[in-house]
């Protein structure tokens, strides 16, 4: 049995975005592989067996712990796992995993093999890749944002990471260009090339738990839903030396605004959604900037109301999200659940990664740049795309059938390929 491992998409990092790009990778290697073993690094601890729902089917996995962390004598420490690949040392679970494997498919949580979230989330993101690299297992980075590089150190380590991969895949034309760039004489199309983000394959989960009962009667009441994904990274305290340095908006602002234009201006109800979830204060946590809005508010539950967020996965989200005949949000993997479901979808963006992605499904013109538009201007844009929505929807409609077959395709070949992987390193070596 092949043995395949899955990095950079943990499924308990509270992050649905996260959780969408590994379910959408199990999902292609249950479609397109035949009697596989997946191995997904998380931030657990331990060797643990998985199930994750991808729309109806449930599939099965295995979890393994690998992070960055201070306690650097746990197996699950990176520290420990170089130390172990280095020297020799007796192997651990992640380190056995990651020799036997065909291949290691790693997608850096989508958009986050950049130094613009901080030079800590940049070694969390590049070390797991040096350690495949240094055990000469081949690694295949999956469609994904690269850059920006804000740091000549950083940018130099990004490029000895591409070069060395087995294969790399950027999710829109901004990303392939860059990566382009960063291999420079090292290009090759047959490693080297362009796809589209393999969340748009996540099939959507309806939820079949009674929590949900209530929120499926209001959703069906007479009259529109505008879904709004409420970006905690945005909404409250941001680090400096990350995205805060670029933010040219007041968010939190922008978006009770549009709330309330919404339900003085319109007939709408409003589904605040959360995208990444958690309750610790001072985190980056949606869930908590909705509770705040709420609080603050005091909206009227027949107008305006929250996702439950108790046990909620990528594709139950997908799912809600679905259901809206509108929805904006600053969170990329919100706003390519609406997106993909057909779903008239905008986007408030605070950097470079946004537009491409939209530009894959001809909607770039619902992209509004959060780093040079002032906050009424947001408020602005988002109200009038909402009365625009049945335009939108028709000209999404028209785009997506071309996108998926381009994805079906491009799954069947990522894992096609990366069965192979090592087979064809092996006989490159040979010759």
Known sequence: MKTVTVMGAALDSGNLGVGALATSMLEALSEYGSGVRVVVFDNGLGHREGVVQAGPRPITHESIGMRLSRRWYRPESLFQMKMSASLGLPSNAGVSAVK?????????????????????????????????????????????????????DARVEAARILRDASSAWARDQRSYDVLCDLVGPDYDSTRHRRGVDIAFGLSPSEPEDSKHDDLRLWMVQPGPVAGINISGLLAGELSKGTVRDEINIDYRTAMISLIDRLLARSDARVLLVSHVLGKRPGSESDELAVASILAERGYDPARVRALPTDGLTAGQAKWWISKCDWFCGARMHSTIAGLSTGVPTAAVAYSIKTEPVFA??????????????????????????????????????????????????????????GLGARDRTSAAQGS
């Open 100 to 152: 036997e494997a065909t291949a290691c498919l790693d997608i850096s949580g989508g958009d986050s093999f950049t130094d613009m979230y901080g030079p800590h989330r940049f070694q969390a993101i590049t070390q797991p890749k040096k350690l495949v690299i240094r055990l000469g297992t081949p690694l295949v980075l999956l469609p994904q944002t690269f850059g920006p590089y804000y740091a000549e």
């Open 360 to 417: 894959t499904v001809g909607q770039s013109a619902e992209v509004i740049d959060a780093t040079t538009a002032q906050t009424e201007e947001v408020v602005d844009f988002l109200f009038e795309r909402w009365t625009r929505r049945s335009e939108t929807r028709e000209s999404l409609s028209k785009c997506l059938p071309d996108l998926r077959r381009n994805l079906r395709q491009q799954m069947r070949t990522i894992v096609e390929e």
